[in-house]
């Protein structure tokens, strides 16, 4: 088997260290801002990487590197997240101490999370973090998700509605 055909099914060990020295600590700060819980943004460091080692090809192609990994933590995380709804297994707010210093508007929008990851579906719920603990617009948001001004515009409707309908509906 050539290099060639080995790299195209995955990433080379050297290769993959040099991606996590160089985006492990974004990858992790994302997940902490999405997660709330350090040992669980640590475990979802592991997750992507370990999708980056099997995307291996996928990666490569990507022209902006930060923007398929961003996309791929996102991914990650919000399955945690309704990994843990699903399983009716409640999830655990951090503690005060992790809180300490946090940005209130952050821990609203994560505890808002939280609960629409029961509530939403895949493409709901990413555009619901990707404006309401990103701070994206909307046609920030529409490049990043790929779909059209008016669909986000939609979504973002059928977000906000549900959370009225929960009494949930972040602050502005």
């Not at 060639?4 to 290769?15: D, F, I, V």
């Not at 994302?30 to 640590?42: E, H, K, M, N, Y």
């Not at 821990?107 to 555009?127: C, G, K, S, T």
Request: aromatic share 4%; with cysteine.
């Amino acid at each position: 088997m050539e290099r060639g055909e080995k790299m195209a099914r995955g990433l080379g060990a050297s290769e993959l260290a040099d991606l996590y020295e160089k985006y492990a600590p974004t990858v992790h700060g994302r997940a902490r801002t999405l997660l709330g819980r350090d040992s669980d943004a640590w475990d979802a460091v592991q997750e992507v990487f370990c999708r980056l080692l099997q995307a291996g090809g996928a990666f490569r192609a990507e022209a902006r590197p930060m923007t398929y990994i961003f996309r791929v933590t996102t991914h990650v995380c919000l399955n945690m997240l309704r990994s843990r709804a699903l399983k009716d297994v409640p999830a655990q707010a951090p503690s005060e101490a992790e809180e300490a210093g946090a940005d209130p508007q952050e821990v609203e929008a994560r505890n808002l999370l939280r609960v629409l990851a029961r509530e939403l579906d895949d493409r709901a719920l990413q555009i619901a973090t990707l404006h309401f603990v990103d701070a994206l617009t909307q046609e920030e948001i529409v490049e990043v998700v790929g779909l059209s001004r008016k669909t986000v515009g939609r979504e973002l409707e059928k977000v906000r509605a549900r959370a009225r309908e929960l009494a949930l509906e972040p602050r502005p």
